[in-house]
């Protein structure tokens, strides 16, 4: 294939050139048309396997021949002279041992991490291991930096790479370092017997060190050679002699090939084109060139000659897309795949971020297009991988409400019961019974009186079998790696299961289901090497390997649309390239932390450097720039704050608004001109969506035998401000259901209080010992949250001195004789009884009888009780018309607000202006003008200081009208 040479042999293709393509193009130019033999006897090495999938897909499309052995890097390693050594430890396995001994020492010097730290810290020590292995440091090396200079930190952090570089020691070699000696061993076997047939190793830019190693030897051999992606034949050789200075060029998209040429010898002008295939945009890539340029050399964009019709050309067909937020970016960037599709043209998603490639994909989904996303769904993310993580997040925790109902609800529970219909009626039942009752933490008590309320067999069995998966769950604060993933995979294959099934329904069917059980497999295989560990980083550990699993879709994708990484990107193209996530922090990314070398100490070792990982990411970039057409497309704001733009397109931006010369602002407004087509296109495809009118303010007129004929006390005060509330409840007959899981809120704090106080006044004890035994008492009872428990307890502290103090002078006056007392008064006409129940009433001997009513916050004040808050004097009144069975009429020597805020306080109600009977007949006129047919129950009537929306807001559809909007009168039979 190659003729005699005494020089490496590089090859290489431009920016935006269809890799594969002009791969298989040089290929079939240099196969000798007489040698048949030579296309099966060329060995072919490529990055990835998808870039492998895709040279051969190629050869498939004909005409008929014979195929090249197409293989994938690592096929050095596992074939040739190490064949048949023994490999590495399994990788779970070596990071469960090493946080063992990571733990051990933990416990020995508490003071160097904490131990929820123990599995993030051997992850990071077996990723700098495997580093250092691959790009030849010697772990010795490490240990004996001198940094008699730095911190403390050094000596802490000494102790742990220590106790790794022992382990290593003992348990053999590790993956990288086993590679790189294989990698030794073919050099050596090459350099007295080198094969005499084509090897080639395609697409890689040798940015690992037994990579790099293995194509200095291929580039040798004679018959390899090297071809690398996305070369800058445009830069000039001052720019190329830049790239050699001291902390210049290691974050340029060429100094990898500038790397591998220097280590083998070979000059810029010596590394040619690998084949004459078509450039979709050479004046681009002169542009992108002139972009990027070092930093010691951008005078060269003052200097440059290129003519402004190249300048033009480069930016004819590039869009660029400044969307107001991800979401919009997201859209828009849908929007232009969807057009790319009506038009017949490919078109391909180039982002690092998964966030925004996943929020296409949802978008593409609207119009039933499934693009070929090249790194699949996260397996965690899937229902398997989901379920998993619910069942961990248990250990060591009571299940709340809001959990159990999860759980039951979650799609795979009960798929391998015969009747999983029956499943879901039971957690409906269960959910709005939860829902009435308000408990924060449901026991298998509670459960079993609700299937006791049920009165049938299938819902006890239905409560056991729930009991049955979960109830150890929460015992399991700390626990060993083995105990927690047998208990793990009993819980979710008994749920998983159904009531009275032995299986695991469908939890591990499907493809989801199928790499979930990979992952449990390995977990289970390697458990034993756990230790023990807390629940909480069990659960973590869980999350990381399923974060490392990917799903591939089983439905058949659209092959016109594509979603790529930036790796997959570099070997492959299509007609339309959409660079998306161009912001600081996203592409390129934020360097990944390194608890254990700074920047210096990697420099002096050898490995890899921050910059590096930058350099990659700007020759990726570089590459799907260099495409037909391109996008480039960022957000302006996050989640949080305005976002950064990546420092490459930051460099185009800037370039072109200084070539004013060659119009280069003008283009750039072109660019943005078209990408806000986009942005309008999706405000437009937003707007027409269906749009309803707004809901008038609503006051509906119901018949008057329709209406309510008995009202407690505590809705007259809503029926005077909020009319149609009452119409709602008691008309409509719709209650509010409560939240499912059940917060520390005022109503229930007014609760607690009510029973503290009634069960203490009860026990006739007025001293402060037995107050708090009974404030502990109820709080542990009916508030289970134990920081709520404290809060309120210190709350009760600050008022107790100023409560007993009253209640004593209280009882001087009159005893307590009756709590929470239900009453009720008959009207004649109207026919209508108002109805109540009394915090307290206390009698004296002469039959006088004080009523009061306790608040948890501050009472209302005068012009409330005189306009709206009717309560306590119309409890008055009822209880001198016999409301009370057990009082008859009784005359009313008092009523009064105990207020228990932060500012207690008595607040007698006056009585005497007016008096009851007047308050008796104002109720009377009242609840005479509500049967009136005229009448409305209007929405929101005379709301006050409001902070929260209400019960009924929503079916009101308040929001689409305020309270300056009229009325609309509403009759209903």
Not at 261 to 289: F, K, T, Y
Not at 940 to 955: M, N, S, V, W
């Amino acid at each position: 294939m190659f003729d005699p040479s005494d020089t490496p042999r590089i090859f290489a293709l431009p920016p935006g050139v269809d890799f594969s393509a002009g791969l298989v193009e040089g290929l079939k130019a240099r196969w000798p048309a007489d040698n048949p033999l030579a296309v099966p006897q060329t060995e072919v090495y490529l990055n990835t396997r998808r870039s492998a999938r895709k040279l051969r897909d190629l050869f498939d499309t004909g005409p008929a021949t014979l195929l090249p052995r197409i293989k994938t890097l690592d096929a050095f390693f596992s074939t040739g002279p190490v064949a048949g050594e023994d490999r590495d430890i399994a990788p779970l396995r070596k990071r469960l041992e090493i946080a063992r001994l990571v733990q051990a020492l933990i416990e020995q010097s508490p003071d160097l991490a904490p131990q929820s730290a123990a599995f993030d810290l051997a992850e990071s020590l077996v990723t700098l291991f495997d580093e250092a292995a691959g790009e030849g440091v010697d772990p010795a090396d490490i240990l004996s930096l001198d940094l008699t200079d730095q911190s403390g930190h050094w000596a802490r952090a000494q102790q742990f790479l220590s106790l790794v570089s022992g382990y290593f020691e003992t348990a053999g070699a590790g993956q990288e370092d086993q590679n790189r000696q294989a990698a030794h061993k073919l050099v050596l076997a090459w350099q007295t017997c080198p094969p005499d047939h084509p090897v080639l190793i395609a697409g890689s830019t040798g940015s690992r060190g037994t990579t790099h190693l293995m194509m200095e030897a291929v580039a040798r051999l004679p018959q390899g050679a090297i071809i690398l992606p996305g070369f800058d034949f445009d830069m000039p050789d001052s720019a190329w002699k830049s790239l050699l200075k001291e902390g210049v060029g290691e974050d340029h998209p060429q100094y990898r090939a500038l790397a591998l040429m220097n280590s083998l010898g070979v000059r810029r002008e010596q590394v040619l084109p690998w084949s004459d295939c078509h450039i979709p945009a050479p004046s681009r890539n002169r542009l992108l060139s002139l972009a990027l340029r070092p930093a010691p050399v951008t005078d060269q964009w003052r200097k440059d000659q290129t003519p402004a019709d190249d300048i033009a050309r480069a930016c004819e067909n590039v869009t660029l897309l400044e969307a107001q937020d991800s979401r919009s970016e997201a859209g828009a960037i849908a929007l232009g795949m969807r057009a790319a599709v009506e038009d017949g043209k490919t078109v391909a998603l180039v982002t690092p971020d998964r966030q925004l490639t996943r929020r296409v994909s949802v978008a593409l989904s609207r119009w039933g297009i499934e693009a070929d996303d090249s790194a699949g769904r996260p397996l965690h993310l899937s229902a398997p991988g989901r379920f998993l993580r619910q069942i961990a997040s248990h250990f060591g925790r009571k299940p709340e409400a809001s959990d159990l109902l999860a759980i039951l609800k979650h799609p795979l529970v009960a798929t391998g019961a015969q009747d999983r219909g029956l499943h879901l009626l039971h957690t409906r039942e269960l959910e709005l019974w939860i829902r009435r009752k308000g408990m924060p933490y449901p026991t298998i008590e509670d459960l079993q009186i609700w299937a006791a309320q049920l009165k049938t067999d299938d819902a006890q069995a239905w409560v056991n079998w729930i009991f049955e998966a979960i109830s150890d769950l929460s015992d399991m604060q700390m626990g060993s790696v083995e105990t927690y993933v047998q208990t793990l995979l009993q819980s979710c294959e008994t749920l998983c299961g159904g009531v009275g099934c032995d299986g695991s329904g469908e939890l591990w069917e499907n493809i989801a289901g199928r790499e979930a059980r990979k992952v449990t497999d390995q977990l289970v295989a390697a458990a034993d090497a756990g230790g023990h560990h807390s629940a909480q980083e069990f659960s973590a550990l869980l999350l990381s390997l399923l974060q490392a699993g990917e799903l591939r879709s089983a439905v058949t994708p659209d092959s016109r649309v594509m979603i790529w990484g930036t790796l997959e990107a570099r070997v492959q193209t299509a007609d339309i390239v959409i660079l998306g996530g161009l912001n600081e922090g996203v592409w390129p990314g934020q360097p990944a932390p390194d608890p254990w070398l700074n920047r210096k100490m990697r420099k002096d070792l050898g490995l890899l450097l921050p910059e590096r990982r930058t350099g990659l990411a700007a020759h990726d970039f570089q590459q799907a720039a260099g495409a037909a057409e391109i996008w480039l497309t960022r957000s302006i704001r996050d989640a949080s704050a305005e976002t950064v733009p990546s420092r490459w397109l930051n460099r185009l931006v800037n370039l072109l608004t200084g070539l004013t010369e060659k119009d280069g602002p003008a283009l750039l407004d072109q660019m943005r001109t078209r990408g806000a087509q986009w942005t309008r296109l999706l405000q437009d495809w937003d707007c027409a969506l269906p749009v309803c009118d707004p809901e008038p303010r609503p006051s509906p007129r119901p018949p008057v035998d329709q209406r309510p004929k008995e009202l407690p006390v505590t809705a007259i005060q809503k029926l005077i401000r909020d009319p149609y509330a009452i119409y709602a409840r008691y008309i409509l007959n719709l209650r509010p259901l409560r939240p499912i899981q059940q917060s520390a809120d005022a109503p229930l704090r007014g609760t607690v209080i009510h029973e503290i106080l009634q069960q203490f006044i009860e026990s006739g004890d007025l001293s402060e010992d037995a107050f708090f035994a009974t404030v502990d008492h109820v709080l542990q009872s009916e508030a289970p949250w134990p920081a709520v428990q404290r809060m309120w307890r210190a709350k009760l502290l600050r008022v107790s001195d100023w409560f007993l103090e009253t209640e004593r002078l209280r009882q001087t006056i009159a005893a307590p004789h009756l709590f929470e007392e239900k009453g009720r008064v008959t009207l004649e006409n109207p026919d209508f009884t108002l109805t109540c129940r009394t915090d307290r009433i206390d009698r004296r001997d002469d039959g006088q009888i004080r009523i009061f009513d306790y608040k948890t916050g501050s009472p209302p004040s005068k012009d409330q009780q005189k306009h709206f808050d009717k309560q306590l004097p119309l409890q008055a009144a009822m209880a001198e018309r016999g409301a009370f069975k057990t009082l008859g009429n009784v005359p009313i020597l008092d009523v009064a607000y105990i207020g228990l805020g932060s500012s207690p306080v008595f607040a007698p109600v006056q009585l005497e202006d007016p008096s009851t009977d007047e308050i008796w007949d104002q109720f009377c006129q009242l609840i005479d003008a509500w049967m009136r047919p005229e009448r409305g129950y209007l929405s929101r009537r005379a709301i006050e200081g409001q902070r929260f929306d209400g019960d009924y807001d929503h079916l009101a559809r308040y929001g689409e009208w305020d309270t300056t909007s009229a009325p609309v009168e509403e009759d209903l039979s």
